[in-house]
C-alpha cells in the first residue's frame, strides 16, 4: 500500500502511521535581534543545513520494525549495512564488510568486517555486533518484523573474532550479498526488552555507524541528523541533515521556491514544470524504481486461518479482478495523470531493473478492452439489473471501495478515471481518501486501495512481501504482507528463487513469479512513475544521482545523494549569524503540517504517501 508500504518492500503494521500538528517556532527575526547568543556558538553549523521535505510519516526509528520508505531511507543513513550498491551501476560493494566468501557449498558464508568503523560513541563496530543484530532476528520474532525473509534461512551466525562474521545456512541463498540489514550496536541494543514496543526514538542522539547520526526527532514534523565525524568514507559535508513535514506538496514547493528548503521529492508534473522556469532550481526528472497498482483484497487471514476485516467477497472471483483489470486504460494514466513522467505498468518489478523485468505475451496481456470486461461479468453470471446496476450473485449491486492517500495527487485523479470506466460497467466505487490508511488497512477493511513499492536492485524482499509466510500469526498480530496475498504457485516460485545462485535462472524465477501475479489479478500495477523531483542549486553545489546516469536522488539504495552533497560556496561560508537561509528554515516561522500515510510501509519500500522503501 503506498509504500501502506505496511510497504519491503520491508511489515510493521504496514500502515501505521501517525498524524500531529506543529503548531508555530522561534522567528528568525527574534534570532537575529540576539547578536552572539549562546545557541549560535553552540551550532557553528547553523549556517550549513540541507533541508529535504517530505510527505511521508516515520513508521518506526527502530531498524527491526522500520518499512516505509523515509524511515528506512534514514536508517541507511544511520547505520552501516553489510554490502552496499554502487552510485553509477548499483553492483555490490563493500559496506561493513569488505570482503565475502562462500564455501564451496556455499551453505557457509565468511565476512571480513572492517577494522575502522566505529560507533558514533567512539565504540569499534566489530562482527560481534552483526552477529548479534542477525541472532536476535533469529530468536526474537518482534525483532524480525522487517527484515525478517533476510535470515529466516539462517542456520547459525557466529563472530569469531572481530572481524570475522560466519553465516551457515540452511539451504542456498541468493541474497547473501544483498543483505538489506542495518547492523545496530550490541551494546546499546542488548538493553532493550519488548522488540515490537520500542520505537527508538527517546533518547538523543541514537547510536550509529553510517555517514549521519540522528540527533532530534518530532512526529510528523522533522527528524535531524548530523555527520558522524569518524565515518570510514569520510564525513558528509553538509553540517546539518533535517527531514521536515508537509501536508501536501504544494506547501513543500512553495517552501522550495523561498529557499526554506533545499530538496523537494514526488512532484506532480505541474509543479516540475513550473519550477524549470525558477532560478537557482534544477528539476531531476529521470527513470524511477517504483511501481503504482491497485490492490485487491483477496481476503484477508492470518496464518492461523482465520479471517477477517470486511473485503467485499465478490473480489475473491477471479472474473471480477479480471473484469476490473480489462477496464483500466493505463495508457491514459500515463498521458493524462503522470503527463508522459511515467511508463506503462505490466510486470511488478520496473524497467530500470532491466535483467528483472518482465512482460506479459500478446496472449496473456490485459488491454484495455471494457467490452471484453462486460462480456467477463456477464459470462460469469454478474447482470445488470433495469437502473443499469452491476449486481451481484446475491442480487446486491456491485459497490466498491478503494482506500486512497488523500495527500496523494494521483490517487485522486486516478480514482475519478476509474469511477468512470468502471462505472460503464455499472460498478460503483467510493474513493475513500485518508490521512492514514494504515489502520484500515491492516484491519483488512478495504476492497481495493492504491499501492506502490519502491524496488531494490535484489528483488527478493519485495517479492517476500505477497507470500504465506508474511501473514500474520493471528488477526491480533502484525505480520509483514503487504495485502494478505497467499499463493502456493507464487511461494513455490518464491522458494526456488531463492536458492538459485545462476543470475540467468534467478531472472527467469523472478519473471515467472510477476506472470503468475499479474495472472491471479489480485495487483494492478498501472504505472512506474518517474522520479520527478527539484533542489535549489545555490544551496546544493553538487549531488551524485543513483545510477549516476539519469538516477534519483530520494529514496536510493544507499547513502549516495545526501552523503555526497556538497553546499554552494554561499551556504557554507554562511556563519551562524541568523543571516542564512537554513537559519530561517531551521528556526523561523514554522508552517503548519500534518502528514498523511502515502506507499506504505518498500526497506525496499514504498513510496508514496506510504510507501516503503
Keep these: 500500500?503506498?509504500?501502506?508500504?505496511?510497504?519491503?518492500?520491508?511489515?510493521?503494521?504496514?500502515?501505521?502511521?501517525?498524524?500531529?500538528?506543529?503548531?508555530?517556532?522561534?522567528?528568525?527575526?527574534?534570532?537575529?535581534?540576539?547578536?552572539?547568543?549562546?545557541?549560535?556558538?553552540?551550532?557553528?553549523?547553523?549556517?550549513?543545513?540541507?533541508?529535504?521535505a517530505v510527505s511521508q510519516s516515520i513508521d518506526s526509528l527502530s531498524p527491526f520494525l522500520a518499512q516505509k520508505l523515509t524511515s528506512t531511507s534514514i536508517h541507511r543513513l544511520a547505520y552501516e549495512y553489510l554490502t552496499n550498491y554502487d552510485a553509477k551501476d548499483a553492483r555490490t560493494v563493500p559496506g561493513l564488510a569488505t570482503a565475502w566468501t562462500p564455501s564451496a557449498d556455499k551453505l557457509t558464508w565468511t565476512y571480513t568486517i572492517r577494522d575502522n568503523s566505529k560507533w558514533s560513541d567512539g565504540k569499534p563496530a566489530t562482527a560481534e555486533d552483526a552477529a548479534w543484530t542477525f541472532n536476535k532476528m533469529m530468536t526474537d520474532p518482534n525483532a524480525a518484523t522487517a527484515n525478517g525473509s533476510f535470515t529466516a534461512n539462517f542456520a547459525q551466525v557466529t563472530a569469531p573474532d572481530p572481524k570475522t562474521l560466519v553465516i551457515r545456512l540452511k539451504k542456498p541463498q541468493a541474497t547473501m550479498t544483498a543483505l538489506d540489514v542495518p547492523i545496530v550496536p550490541k551494546h546499546v541494543w542488548e538493553k532493550v526488552g519488548d522488540f515490537s514496543k520500542f520505537n527508538n526514538d527517546k533518547q538523543f542522539p541514537i547510536v550509529g555507524n553510517g555517514p549521519f547520526v540522528i540527533t532530534d526527532f518530532k512526529v510528523d514534523q522533522y527528524i535531524k541528523l548530523k555527520p558522524n565525524k569518524t565515518f570510514w568514507r569520510g564525513a558528509p559535508k553538509f553540517d546539518e541533515l533535517v527531514f521536515k513535514y508537509y501536508k501536501d506538496g504544494d506547501a513543500a514547493v512553495a517552501a522550495l521556491q523561498k529557499g526554506e528548503v533545499s530538496f523537494v521529492p514526488n512532484l506532480t508534473p505541474a509543479q516540475a514544470a513550473a519550477l524549470k522556469t525558477q532560478k537557482n532550481i534544477k528539476v531531476n526528472d529521470a527513470p524511477g524504481r517504483r511501481f503504482y497498482a491497485i490492490a485487491t483484497n483477496p481476503g484477508a487471514k492470518a496464518q492461523d486461518g482465520k479471517t477477517f476485516g470486511n473485503g467485499h467477497k465478490a473480489l475473491l472471483d477471479p472474473a471480477v479482478r479480471k473484469a476490473l483489470f480489462l477496464a483500466v486504460d493505463r495508457t491514459t494514466l500515463v498521458d493524462k495523470v503522470f503527463q508522459g513522467h511515467a511508463v506503462e505498468g505490466e510486470g511488478y518489478i520496473p524497467p530500470r531493473f532491466g535483467s528483472y523485468f518482465w512482460k506479459p505475451s500478446d496472449a496473456q496481456k490485459r488491454s484495455y478492452d471494457p467490452t471484453a470486461a462486460d462480456k467477463v461479468l456477464f459470462a460469469a453470471g454478474y447482470r445488470k439489473n433495469a437502473e443499469g446496476k452491476r449486481v451481484g450473485k446475491d442480487g446486491k449491486p456491485l459497490d466498491f471501495r478503494i482506500l486512497c492517500h488523500a495527500t496523494d495527487p494521483n490517487d485522486k485523479a486516478v480514482g475519478k478515471y476509474l469511477q468512470e470506466w468502471w462505472g460503464a460497467l455499472g460498478i460503483g466505487l467510493k474513493v475513500d481518501c485518508l490521512d492514514s490508511v494504515s489502520d484500515p488497512w491492516v484491519k483488512g477493511d478495504y476492497d481495493l486501495a492504491f499501492d506502490g513499492w519502491s524496488v531494490n536492485p535484489d528483488p527478493d524482499y519485495v517479492l517476500s512481501i505477497h507470500t504465506c509466510g508474511t501473514l500474520p500469526a493471528t488477526p491480533k498480530d502484525s505480520g509483514a504482507t503487504d495485502n494478505f496475498i497467499c499463493d502456493t504457485e507464487f511461494d513455490g516460485l518464491y522458494a526456488q528463487q531463492a536458492v538459485e545462485y545462476d543470475t540467468a535462472k534467478r531472472a527467469d524465477l523472478v519473471k515467472r513469479m510477476q506472470s503468475r501475479l499479474y495472472d491471479t489479478g489480485y495487483m494492478n500495477i498501472m504505472a512506474y512513475p518517474n522520479a520527478l523531483e527539484a533542489y535549489r542549486t545555490d544551496q546544493i553545489a553538487s549531488i551524485t544521482t543513483m545510477p549516476e546516469a539519469a538516477g534519483n536522488l530520494w529514496g536510493q539504495d544507499g547513502y549516495w545523494s545526501w552523503w555526497s552533497a556538497t553546499p554552494t560556496a554561499s551556504a557554507s561560508d554562511g556563519d551562524s549569524s541568523g543571516s542564512s537561509t537554513t537559519v530561517w528554515l531551521i528556526l523561523g516561522p514554522v508552517a503548519l503540517v500534518l502528514v498523511a500515510v502515502g506507499v506504505w510501509t518498500a526497506r525496499r519500500r514504498r513510496t508514496t504517501a506510504d510507501d516503503r522503501e
Design 1 to 52: 500500500m503506498v509504500m501502506v508500504t505496511k510497504v519491503p518492500p520491508r511489515h510493521t503494521p504496514p500502515h501505521r502511521a501517525l498524524r500531529l500538528l506543529l503548531a508555530s517556532g522561534v522567528t528568525a527575526v527574534s534570532l537575529v535581534a540576539v547578536p552572539g547568543t549562546a545557541a549560535a556558538e553552540d551550532d557553528k553549523s547553523a549556517g550549513n543545513t540541507l533541508t529535504v
